[in-house]
């Protein structure tokens, strides 16, 4: 279901009824003819549908996290805001970038169309920018020929299942943040899909290596053998960024998790 096109056609509807209420019926009324209910009815919600439709399209828009693939990062059950400005202006519904603002930068945490199925919306970490060799060998990361930096920060409870998984400090550009890996997942990329540029990667029983396309990302999740990413279905163009997700606003299980994160 595409959320915004909804809210568009709602919009349309709604200022249609406002202006006919506006600039049709409100001289009828003058002479003591009533305007037809559902045209008042209708006109009501346009100022409302007009905010919430420019709020969601420019500035921000709510998200739930509905998988795992970016814990300790961010959680099941995480309601998330996500910046919809800082990698560009956007034209709601086609997505078409108007206004340059920012470009991804490595580390961030950014929301965006699944290039297998744009109707679906993802959330990984930028790993790879245009033009960058990213190697993901014996889940070790390394970027044009350097090694990213990872510390051990003890193990990580999977409270619903209840197991451990060993979590590490890594530090990609400018930002450090939390990943975890599992001791019995192989190393090797298990399940992979055709995609674009499927040429720049080498699959190997150690795990990938590939080279990013101008205009694409690569993605990955926090939760390293828990995700299907960018190692599994490819790269991500620049036309399906969505925004940064950047405040973490609920959590039903649990408050303490409203906050920012890395």
Not at 25 to 31: G, N
Not at 208 to 223: A, E, I, K, L, R
Request: include cysteine; aromatic fraction near 14%; charge should be positive.
């Amino acid at each position: 279901m595409n959320f915004a096109l909804i809210l568009f056609v709602l919009l349309v509807a709604s200022g249609v009824l406002w202006a006919l209420d506006h600039f049709v019926a409100s001289r009828r009324r003058s002479v003591g003819a009533k305007s037809p209910w559902w045209v008042e009815y209708g006109a009501s919600f346009f100022p409302v549908i007009l905010v919430v439709f420019c709020l969601r399209s420019f500035v921000v828009e709510p998200f739930k996290i509905p998988s795992g693939s970016m814990i300790p990062t961010l959680l099941v059950g995480d309601f998330i805001l996500v910046n919809k400005w800082t990698y560009g202006i956007r034209l709601p519904v086609i997505n078409k970038k108007i206004i340059e603002v920012n470009q991804p930068k490595r580390g961030d945490v950014m929301v965006f169309r699944f290039p297998g199925d744009p109707s679906l919306d993802y959330i990984k970490r930028v790993v790879g920018l245009p033009g960058d060799k990213v190697e993901y060998i014996d889940k070790k990361l390394t970027i044009n020929g350097q090694a990213m930096s990872q510390k051990e920060a003890g193990d990580y409870l999977h409270a619903d299942r209840l197991y451990y998984s060993s979590r590490f400090t890594e530090k990609l550009g400018d930002v450090e943040h939390n990943i975890i890996t599992d001791k019995d997942a192989p190393a090797f990329v298990s399940q992979v899909t055709p995609y674009a540029f499927r040429e720049n990667c080498t699959y190997t029983s150690r795990g990938v290596s590939c080279t990013v396309p101008q205009g694409h990302y690569f993605m990955m999740g926090d939760n390293r053998d828990g995700s299907f990413d960018s190692r599994g279905w490819g790269f991500v163009p620049e036309q399906n960024i969505v925004g940064k997700a950047f405040f973490i606003w609920f959590n039903f299980s649990d408050l303490k998790r409203i906050g920012s994160f890395h």
